[in-house]
């Protein structure tokens, strides 16, 4: 694990100072994420000079956003206040721990895996157990 990583403590710590991603709220069609402003942030910063800590801040930070933006928005849609955190990208520390941070901060319940890794396998495990529990037979 990655967690005491000096790269995962620099970008950790600056994470909250990144500058914040646009969403544009399209209504029942959910949220739209304009990559090309990040994408040129990130190189305007790179040409500053800015540090891999940094450039690592602004690229999570984006992506807490969407997150964060998207999860409490479908819930009252889908009358559901519980989120399950699975698939490849929540393998990455800083996104698992804020995700779900900033999720309970929001008032939804968290679940994270922790049996298993959070990538696919976990993703397939959760959908046969669903389709098990469907069929009546969970």
Request: charged share 20%; proline share 6%; aromatic share 2%.
């Amino acid at each position: 694990a990655l967690t005491g990583a000096p790269e995962v403590l620099a970008a950790e710590s600056i994470l909250e100072k990144a500058p914040r991603g646009a969403l544009t709220d399209r209504g029942d069609d959910g949220f739209v994420v304009p990559l090309a402003p990040v994408i040129r942030g990130v190189a305007a910063a790179l040409n500053a000079g800015a540090s891999a800590a940094e450039l690592s801040a602004r690229v999570h930070r984006t992506l807490l956003d969407i997150f964060v933006a998207s999860a409490p928005e479908a819930a009252p849609r889908t009358g559901r206040k519980t989120i399950v955190l699975g698939g490849g990208v929540f393998q990455n520390e800083i996104l698992m721990r804020q995700t779900a941070r900033l999720l309970t901060e929001a008032g939804l319940t968290v679940h994270r895996p922790t049996l298993v890794p959070a990538n696919d396998g976990a993703v397939s495990l959760g959908q046969a157990a669903v389709a098990r529990a469907r069929q009546g037979q969970g």
